[in-house]
């Protein structure tokens, strides 16, 4: 017997891989949270590289080089010490967007 009401499990459910009601519905929201996030994390990334293009065409037009690696170096430093070594791996991802490849 496959009653869900009773929390027995049942055939995975192809979209969420859940073998209940309870944990589909449970991870459907989940997603639309993780959606959402993800949403504000792009808005965000598109807000940074625009603030980024300011500061590079500044520095340019007063003389300087476009890119300071010593303040690269610096937000390696705090994404690693925030996350981890997967940080740095998103930091680097982040400067490449913002300032293209050197």
Do not use: W, Y
């Amino acid at each position: 017997m496959s009653n869900n009401t009773t929390g027995n499990a049942t055939k995975p459910r192809p979209e969420t891989g859940a073998r209940t009601e309870e944990a589909a519905a449970l991870i459907g929201d989940a997603r639309r949270r993780i959606d959402d996030l993800d949403g504000r994390i792009i808005g965000l990334v598109q807000e940074r590289m625009a603030v980024s293009a300011v500061i590079q065409q500044e520095r340019i037009a007063s003389g300087g080089r476009r890119v300071n690696l010593s303040r690269e170096m610096e937000v390696l430093e705090h994404f690693r010490d925030q996350l981890g070594r997967p940080g740095t791996a998103l930091a680097m991802t982040l400067l490449e967007l913002c300032r293209g490849r050197i």
